[in-house]
């Protein structure tokens, strides 16, 4: 067996980029990408794409910091290049505010974002309603500008994208060697994988470009997020919502409460609204496993579940992919010479 054909589901963040992880690690793979939503229409397009991690209950600590500083590393790599821009990557410094000392003041990510340290007592008189706070510069990460990017990086390396939607992973026994489920919340259906529910969240994207700062209060419920082309105004965490329809009540709260933190927000324009569905689960799901039916086996790497933080960690969460295929493709080749024997 010379080509391993790989079908990867899903071309939001984490399917795209897996797909293009398995391209750049493991050359002997041909890539399809097949998915019933891209770019600009999948949840990772509305995320504001901040690397502030999300702590997922059930994945080690030390593993989701591991993730961390793989998608960090990379990301600081391709913001320090000529590719920046169409990557959608720069940096970004700002200030997570508290309203009482909060009862872990160096979070595991500390060493890991840049200059990490506590605001001073003149930082803190930007925000009168607040007592601590941390100063850092961390990586933001357009989906407008990195989905297609990283679209255009798997088509480069001979990788193909497909629309369509999948209704049962056998549809791809007997033309693919390997399936990669990084469906999202696609995969409760999918999967039937209940522990998989939608966190809702809406932003507003506005114009206000003399804002440079990030700001995210608390444990980000509100938040301030500049980016290239638009502020990113948050947000709601909304469990079991299923509604992609903008809701103009949260639009009015989500505006005062930035108003509240930024009041130079009030000369914001051209305000637009988003919804996205987070796929939530207690904790990320990476794991390969071989479906057996009717005699027939069909090798799956999942990579889903990363709810509030996929950017955070999808390089991490990609390389690990990576490994299961390395070790599906060493199981094949074991079963294919025995076959011939
Ligand atoms: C308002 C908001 C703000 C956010 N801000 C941040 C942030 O600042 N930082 C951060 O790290 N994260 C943030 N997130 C979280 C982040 O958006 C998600 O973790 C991430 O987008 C998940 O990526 P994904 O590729 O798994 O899912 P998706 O982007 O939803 O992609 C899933 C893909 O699978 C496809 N698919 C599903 N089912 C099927 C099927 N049956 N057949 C074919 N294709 C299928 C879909 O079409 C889609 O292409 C935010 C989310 C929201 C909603
Ligand atoms: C940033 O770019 C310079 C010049 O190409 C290079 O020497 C340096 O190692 C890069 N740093 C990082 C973190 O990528
Ligand atoms: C993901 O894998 C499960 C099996 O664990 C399967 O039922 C489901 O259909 C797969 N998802 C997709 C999108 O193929």
Known sequence: MDTTRVAV??????????????????????IDVISDKFTPDTTSDVAAGILIPHVYPENPVHLQ????????????????????????????????????IPHQERPFWADTVLGFRKMTESELKKFPQHVFGQVFTTVKCEGISYLPWLEKRLRGSGGQVHIRKVEDLWEFYGSYDIVINC?????RELLGDLQLFP????????????????????????????????????????????NLSPDPQNSREIL???????????GAWGIKEKVGLRPSRPGVRLQKEILVQDGHRLPVVHNYGHGSGGFCVHWGTALQAVQLV?????TLKISTSKAKL
């Open 65 to 100: 910091k591991q993730w961390f500083q793989e998608t960090f590393d990379r990301l600081f790599a391709i913001a320090n290049s000529s590719e920046a821009i169409d990557a959608g990557i720069h940096l970004i410094s700002g200030w997570q505010i508290y309203r009482s």
């Open 9 to 30: 589901i899903g071309a939001g963040v984490i399917g795209l980029s897996t797909a293009v992880c398995i391209s750049e690690s493991i050359p002997q793979c041909s």
């Open 199 to 242: 966190v809702r969240g809406q932003v507003l994207k506005v114009q206000a470009p003399w804002v440079k700062h990030f700001i995210r209060d608390e444990e980000g419920l509100t938040y301030i997020y500049p980016g290239t082309f638009d502020v990113t105004l948050g947000g709601t965490r909304q469990k079991d919502d299923w």
């Open 256 to 266: 005062a409460r930035c108003q509240t933190l930024e009041p130079s927000l009030q």
């Open 183 to 187: 469906s999202g919340l696609g995969s």
């Open 326 to 330: 390395k070790e599906l493709i060493t």
